[in-house]
């Protein structure tokens, strides 16, 4: 297994890309530490776990708050014994609209969540890496910081951020060893689809507006992004850090 006898972190677990990354990491032998703001659903994720045999602890924690993020490193050494791998998926969508049109409470809560919520968890998770040598820091990021859609223009720009936060990370973390990577997935069928496309729910006509734009004909499914982080959590992308690996469908051709 991939990941046999390594600890992982994932945010934002209870649902989506998240919840579909712990699986996935579980099923390679991870032992888990399952976090989310709703507690509820970060169970619910362990229980899924559990039930495939593996090993894993749910946490409720909000990713903007520092003592949450260091509560959360603080378990998986207690619980697990180490920290290998930490997955900062936790982000919010943007309803689409026009700059004039956004105010800034809803710019502020954008970026605290995209772009400090991955900030915090690097602050906690990548100084015991560095004290391991070892280690690989994820991060969820987006083809909005690549290819943007209209309307969407403060959603790119935190992600856009996480994208050179990633960059800046790996170059100072190689020297210890500890590699840190973004993924970019193209929309992507989880809760947060509808908001981004503008709509109460998905309907037939957003999902053919998304899927005309992506060449091979279709959006992400949260699998397909949990398979790339269980890639790169792996040895088998050893020499893979500092990248944006586009999860897209060909969309940022």
Request: aromatic share 4%.
């Amino acid at each position: 297994m991939k990941l046999e006898n390594r600890v992982a972190i994932v945010t934002g677990a209870g649902s989506g890309i998240g919840a579909a990354s712990a699986l996935a990491m579980a099923a390679e032998g991870a032992r888990m530490v399952v976090v989310d703001i709703n507690e509820a659903a970060a169970k619910a994720t362990v229980e899924q776990i559990e039930k495939g045999g593996g090993r894993a602890l749910a946490l409720a924690a909000d990713v903007t708050r520092a003592d949450d993020n260091r509560s959360m490193v603080e378990r998986a050494l207690a619980t697990f014994g180490g920290l290998d791998v930490f997955f900062a998926n936790a982000g919010v969508p943007q309803w689409p609209a026009n700059i004039e049109d956004v105010d800034e409470a809803t710019y502020d809560r954008i970026m605290t969540v995209n772009v400090k919520g991955v900030w915090l968890g690097a602050k906690y998770a990548l100084g015991v890496m560095k004290k391991q040598k070892r280690g690989v820091f994820l991060i969820t990021a987006s083809t909005a910081a690549i290819r943007p859609r209209p309307g969407g223009q403060t959603y790119a720009a935190s992600k856009g951020a996480a994208v050179a936060l990633t960059k800046s990370l790996a170059l100072e973390a190689a020297p210890h060893g500890v590699r840190v990577v973004a993924i970019a997935p193209v929309a992507t069928e989880t809760p947060m689809l509808a908001t981004f496309m503008g709509k109460k729910q998905v309907d037939a006509e957003g999902m053919a507006r998304y899927v005309a734009t992506v060449p091979l004909g279709r959006l992400n499914k949260p699998e397909d992004i949990a398979r790339t982080a269980v890639f790169l959590a792996s040895d088998d992308a050893a020499m893979i850090t500092g990248a944006c690996v586009e999860v897209d469908g060909g969309r940022c051709i």
